[in-house]
Each structure stands twice: as C-alpha cells, then as structure tokens.
C-alpha cells in the first residue's frame, strides 16, 4: 500500500472581496497503516487539502504523490484515481438520497464496470462490517441516523477497495458517542494497511490518529 | 445496463413534474406529427396535381387577330362582301383562309422542344358535301344563325358539315373523354395522315340517315374559287356513336347535332385548300415548371405576336397554390410546435440539473466519468420524450386530417373570388369567340387539389423518429453544459 506525500501545496481562491489564500506551502506525509489527522480551525483550509489529495481540486503549486506518480503532473487519469485509489468520506454524508444504502455503497463500483452481482455481494459485505443489518440495506438515507448514514459513507469509500481514505470531519454532524465509533472504524481501515488521512477541529479525534498536523490559515503549524 | 434503471429511478423520482413535462411534450410534438403530416400530404399532392394539371399547351393565332378581322368583316355591308367576294382571286380567298391559322412549320417546330410529350394539331372548318344532306342544319337557317355566319364571311348552306382534321383520331379528346364512341370501322392513325388517305370517321345517325356504311364513299367539294371540278371522294372507316352532345358555345363551333366528320388533318387541309396551314396545336409538356421555358422557346419559334401560347398555368394554380399555402401555414405550425418542445425540454432539463448538482458532484467524486453521468440524463431525457411521442402519434392520427382539412377550407375559401375574376375578366369574351379549346385537350380532372389526404405512413414515422431524435439532442444541451460544468470540489462544501 501506497503513502500520500504533499509538497509545498498552494491553492489561493479568487473571490470579489479580493485572493484567498486556502493553503500556503503545505508539506505533509500520510503514511500506509497510520491514521493521520489534519487539526485546525474553521478556515484553515482542511477540507481544501483533502480536495486536493483527493484530486477534486488542483493546486495553484506543489505536488501530491501517491505511490510513486504525481497524481496532477504525471498524466494520471483522474477519473481511474478517484474511483480507484482514493476513497471520499464527507462531512455531511453527500449520500443520493434517492438511493437505498444499498445502491450507495454500488455505486462506485457500478462507475469501474463490476458485474452487478459481485457489486451486490460486496457491498452487503461492506454494510454488514459497518454494523448496517440487512433491515437497512433497502432503506433511503433519510431514513438512516446520522451515524448510520456515515457508516454507508465510509462503506461506499471503501466500495472500490482504495489505498487511501480521506475522511473529512467525519465526526462534525455526530454525537460524541457516534463520533467515536466512526474514528474507531477509521482506525481499523488503517491498522488494514490503508493510508487514512482524516481532517477534523475536534481534539479528540486528534488524539486517536497516529500523528497529528496542525493547520492554520493554510500553513502548517507547530 | 445500471444506466438505464438509474435513469428511469430518477424520472419516478419527481413523477408529478415528469408527468406535467410528459403532457406538454406531448401536446407540442402532437401539434408538430399533425402539422408535418399536413405539409407531407400537401406537398405530395402538389405533386399529383403537378402530374395531372397544368402541362398542357396550346399554339393558335393571337386573339387580336381575330378581333380585328371580326371587326373588318362585321363593318363591311352585304354588298360590299358580295362583290369582295365575286372580284377575289383564288389566291387571295386562300390568303383570306390562311389569315386565321398558324403554318404546321411553326407547331412543328415547337414540338421539338426537350419539354413536349405529346404532340397534335388540328384544323377545323366546314366543308360542303353536295351529294350529303344535313337536315338538321334547317333549325340553323331558320334561327338566323347562318345569317351571321355570312357576316363572317363563312357561307353556310344544307349541305354544310364540319370537319375536325388531326393527326390520329383515337387521340382526339372527343373520344378518349367517351363523349363519343366508335362503334363501327377503325380510326385513322399517323398513318393515314402523313399518306394523306382520303378516309373519315361519320356521325351514325347521319350514317343511318343517309344509308351509309363503312367502305361506301361520299363526295367532299374543294373549297375554292369556283368549286366545280374540284371534288375529292372520301371512304368512310368509322362510323360513332354521339353520346354527349358537343356543347361549344361558339359560333364557329356551333353543331348542335354531332355531325362531325373527323378526318385526317392533311385530308381536311386539301379540303379547305390550306396545305401547311392549321387551327391550332396541343402539346402535353413534361411539368408544369417549365411553362416558362416552352413560353420562351414558343416565343422565340413564332418570332411574332400574331401567334400565341396559351397554358393551364392558372388552372394549376387554382388547384395548386391552396395547397402551397397549407403546406406553408403548416411548416411555420411546425417549427413553432417543436421550438416550444425543445424549449420546454430545456427548461425542464434545467430545473432538473439544478436540482441536482450536488449528486452529479458526489457522481464526480466517486469517479464517474461525465460520459457515465450524461448516459444516465440521456436515458432520462429519451423515456421522457419517447412517452410524449408515443402518447403525440395516437393523438396525430385524431388531429391531422381535421386540421389539413380546416386549414384547406381556409385558404381556398380566401383564394377562390380572386381567381374566378382573373378567368372571367379577360378571356372570357375571346374564348367565345374563338372556340373552347382545342380537341385534343383532354378534361381535366379537377378533384386532385379540392381535398387533402393526410396520411400516416412511414415516411411521417420516419420524421417523427428525426423529430425525437433532434428533440432529444437539444434536450441534451443543458445537461451536457451542466455536468461539464459542476465542480465537485465547490458543490461538496455546500451543506
Ligand atoms: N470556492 C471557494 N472560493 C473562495 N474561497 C474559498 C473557496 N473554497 C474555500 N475557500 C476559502 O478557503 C479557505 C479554506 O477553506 P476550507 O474549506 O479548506 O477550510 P476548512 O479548514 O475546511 O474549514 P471548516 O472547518 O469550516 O470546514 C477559507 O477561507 C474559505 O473561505
Ligand atoms: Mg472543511
């Protein structure tokens, strides 16, 4: 399993008020088998970095390498690398709500051309191992609680069974309780070899990942 | 496969905003088959009348002429024509003759353009037969007819009949309208016309009357100064039948009792004394588009106006130009119908991408491809406007013929007062005295262009596929534009 390296990212937004400065120079490594967490305030460009690595956004300078290939410079093709290298948790789910959790979970896989069969199987597999009973699997998310529905999430991130896991303040819509099951679930998709990046305001989650970096008005700190 | 249950999830997905798209559709697209399958019958009837009407010609001497010998003859007094005619030498009374017919040179010629089918000629005139009575002619003296038929300078006397010279008498319009009816003998051909056989083809009743057979001969007088020696005997090969009565309103013309010989034109020509010389010609031509060039060739032919080309032009147009209208009114219905079906896709289209930016956003971010997402909205944008097609073709099949026919009754009933003017107006005078057409002018059939056909074949099904098809590729634009556009990254953030 493959590492994440970012160099020296920088991505500046231009807006009316004038250039926003959403990331200034980031280095960082995520290792394969570590979770490791992105801590900062609201603005700090957390969610930015995961865009980036993610490849849901490009960089204005620097580099992001997974495996040996820069994923922006390399000829990559973006579309293979979303589907099957990384998988996206989202702070607020972002599942179709016209979907069962069923059909979430098959939809990445339905994307890289998986006989509808094995996409099945696979993703009872996966809902099975997030604690989601087969009573649930036919059900629409807004029908689901909030942790439930993260669980779907984190088992469609994994639909395509990818290297690396960015989960972007996973715990943000959650109970304190729910919040830490989900990072215990993060914790044992890295102990499985994966690359787990996570970014979060919340201490306690830091506390739980492996190696912790700090993020404020886009610079790393501390 | 997925695409295809992905994309009918997301039609039941909002299925009140899908049915009201359905409708509007399919009210459009109906109105837009109806209108098509209007201007298809249009067009394709202008076609029929095309083959049918507006291809006949006809090559005579200018009316004028005729007007001002009319007025010269009709000026002069009983005497003065007396003793014109006592004092004329043969050549001028065959001059005379001739004044009022075209040199077969001419029609000839004519016949010989790219654009001629068919191709007669004809002369017609009145021709004593000392040894035959016309009984019947008495009704003509005892009205005064013949009186003003001198004034013409036309003598008329009991053994008086007209003959109808022409190439071939089974093409003669007579007989091929079944307005008479060969029933003994054979016609004369080109045959007997271009060997200038002295046959004829006689009424029956004067036949009967007359104790004539076919293979017996009668004695027809040269027309010329003294008329004497000069006789030619005729055989007869056919004897018909009258069924209707001619009907020409003319003076000229006038025989009221059918007894017609028709003889071949280079016989009746010696008979009047006027080889090369004949009433007119007719020429069916191959389409009533190149009225204009056969004028032009007529025209550059004749080298005067002393002659003149007359065509079916208005009568095409009669028939034709409702047609055209419709099918115009019908192409503006048309475009409109389906620039309302392809806004009305777009809009929805609109508000349906819209509504959605978020998932094409998750779409994007697990790594579906733009062509994977605009698969699933093409699936979306075909069943919708496949439904409404199917649900606008049963609803066509009810509309089209009512609404060809409202839109036909409307512009004939716009078109009609002005055309009876222009017939009326000009020509109707000349035509009397002129005579009404030439015998080998067939009746027209007029019942091509008062009704439109409104079918529903496959050439309608066919547009109605390109219909879908270009509907559905407009439709398209908006999700095309949109799904390249959403950016994951921004709509993601958004809660
Ligand atoms: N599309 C954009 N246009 C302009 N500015 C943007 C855009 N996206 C992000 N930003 C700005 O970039 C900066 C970093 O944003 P980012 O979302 O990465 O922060 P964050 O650390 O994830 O914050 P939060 O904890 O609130 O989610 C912010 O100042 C934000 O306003
Ligand atoms: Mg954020």
Redesign the pocket.
Known sequence: MNGVEVRDLTKR?R?RGGE?I?LDGVSLDAQPGRMTAVV?P???????LLYIVGSLEAPDAGSVRVGERDIFSSGLNLVDYRRKTVGFVFQFFNLVNTYTALENVMLPMAMTGVARSEQKRRARELLERMGIGPERWNHRPTRLSGGEQQRVAIARALANDPQVILAD?PTGNLDSGTGKIIVEILRELSREGRCVLV?T?DENVAGLSDSVAHLKDGRLVG | MMTFTRGFKSIYRNPARSLIVIFLLSVCLAFSMAMLAVRLAADSQVEEVKARVGNYAEVKVSSNVFFSRYFAESGKSEKERQREQETMTEQEARQKREETLIPESITDEVSRSEHVRTYDKFLTTDIVLPELENTNLQMVFESGLAKEASRLGIQVTMNTFPFTGNTDAASLSDFRDGKKVLVEGRYYDYFDFSAANPVVLIEKNLADKNQLRTGDTVVARIKDKTGREAEKELTIIGIYETKEAESSQNLLGFNPFGNRFYAPLSVVQELNNTPGFVDDASYYFDNVDNTNALLAEFRAISGSDRYEMTTDLVDYQTLADPLAKVGNTSSIGLWGSLGACVLILLLSMLLIVRGRVKELGVFKAVGAADRQILAQLAVEVVVLCLVAVIIASAATAALGQSLGNWLLSENIRTEAPEQNQKQDGGQGMMRQFQGGGSPGRLASDSSVGNQIKVLFGNELFLYACLILLGVCLTGMVIPVVGVVRVRPA?VL?ME
């Not at chain 1, 609201?42 to 969610?47: L, V």
């Open positions: 937004y807006t926003v959403a900062g609201s603005g700090s460009g957390k969610t930015t303040e970014a305001h | 921004r953030r």
